[in-house]
């Protein structure tokens, strides 16, 4: 099947800094990119959408300001957590749509961070 | 949103069939019915989809009623590799059209015990 990668797997940071993730696909072009976070034994959150060269679209509760997301080309988007504060402690989860096999999404490993 | 109902937990032997059933009872239409399921500290793992028709794959079959108000996804022989939280979405289309995004419920965990 497609693989999509995230990195890094872990980081720690102190608060009030800010951290970037990547999610790239890596054997397809996703035209569609998904951002989740995960609290401990609980589902899956999704936080927006993003297609790719245009902006992202946030659920609802989501501060755009706070986690910004970049979709700048067909295999790569970022998630940039500004100003974390130990409540963004999460895991985050990407996950990828390409032209083909339209129903079905791609998800990377996931990204744990941690803030102190 | 059409929502999903799902056991909390169920458990299986090693080697035996497995089925997870899922409620749906407020699809619609156009409403594909999908399955992931996520190991730990992992993303999760599509398995099947389905619309009305029951389908096979390699990874398991999912049996649609015919009203479309339930499914149920089966293994048919459990490894404890299966050990894994099983995820029924129903697709939805954004508020912004075009792209189809997935809403996670709380799943079943399912326990394989060897």
């Known amino acids: 099947g497609a693989v999509v990668s995230q990195h890094p797997s872990r980081v720690i940071c102190k608060s009030g800094t800010s951290v970037k993730i990547e999610c790239r696909s890596l054997d397809f072009q996703a035209t569609t990119m998904f951002w989740y976070r995960q609290f401990p034994k609980k589902s899956l959150m999704l936080m927006a959408t993003s297609n790719e060269g245009s902006k992202a679209t946030y659920e609802q509760g989501v501060e755009k300001d706070k986690f910004l997301i970049n979709h700048a080309s067909l295999t790569l988007s970022t998630l940039t957590v500004t100003s974390a504060h130990p409540e963004d402690s999460s895991f985050y989860i990407c996950s990828a749509k390409g032209r083909t096999n339209y129903y079905e999404q791609y998800f990377g490993p996931g990204t744990r961070l941690t803030v102190t | 949103d059409a929502k999903t109902t799902q056991p909390n937990s169920m458990e299986s032997n090693e080697e035996e069939p497995v089925h997870l059933p899922c409620n749906h009872s407020t699809i619609s239409g156009t409403d594909y019915i999908h399955w992931y399921r996520q190991l730990p500290s992992q993303g999760p793992e599509y398995v099947i989809h389905g619309l009305t028709s029951n389908v096979n794959n390699r990874m398991a079959s999912l049996a649609i009623a015919e009203d479309r108000k339930s499914s149920t996804l089966i293994l048919h022989r459990a490894t404890l590799r299966d050990a894994a939280v099983y995820y029924c979405?129903?697709?939805?289309?954004?508020?912004?059209?075009?792209?189809?995004?997935?809403?996670f419920g709380k799943g079943t965990k399912l326990t394989v015990n060897p």
């Open positions: 979405i129903l697709s939805l289309l954004s508020s912004q059209g075009g792209s189809e995004k997935l809403v």
